[in-house]
């Protein structure tokens, strides 16, 4: 049983960064993702990166923005968030996968990929 929780969300302008982190009962074996979901909208995934960081994976939309890091031995993943921009607005989960199998890049960014997943934490940003 892996319990991740989510912190550093808050309410930013346009062009703002914030730096969410996730920490974990015990380190995940395996890949480990950020998602975020709007008011109305489904769940997307934003980054994922695997157990030695050598591959990290990120959705078209935060690339060159966001930066996603692991650290195994404080337990814990990082997502550097700058040049946020209003629809970067949402909640944000850290999730962990179950069994440590290889997947494909698309697969890093899906819901079902992840067993574990965090309560969320809120980001807000404002024009």
């Known amino acids: 049983q892996v319990q991740l929780v989510e912190s550093g969300g808050g309410s930013v302008q346009a062009g703002g960064s914030l730096r969410l982190s996730c920490a974990f009962s015990?380190?995940?074996?395996?890949?480990v993702g950020w998602f975020r979901q709007a008011p109305g909208k489904e769940r997307e995934g934003v980054a994922g990166?695997?157990?030695?960081?050598?591959?990290?994976v990120y959705a078209d939309s935060v690339k060159g923005r966001f930066t996603i890091s692991r650290d195994n031995n404080k337990n814990t993943v990082t997502l550097q968030m700058n040049s946020l921009k209003p629809e970067d607005t949402g909640i944000y989960y850290c999730?962990?996968?179950?069994?440590?199998?290889?997947?494909?890049?698309?697969?890093?960014?899906?819901?079902?990929?992840?067993?574990?997943w965090g309560q969320g934490t809120q980001v807000t940003v404002s024009s």
């Open positions: 990166i695997t157990l030695t960081g050598r591959r990290i």
């Open positions: 015990s380190s995940p074996d395996d890949v």
């Open positions: 999730a962990a996968r179950l069994l440590r199998t290889y997947i494909d890049d698309a697969a890093f960014l899906r819901t079902s990929t992840y067993y574990y």
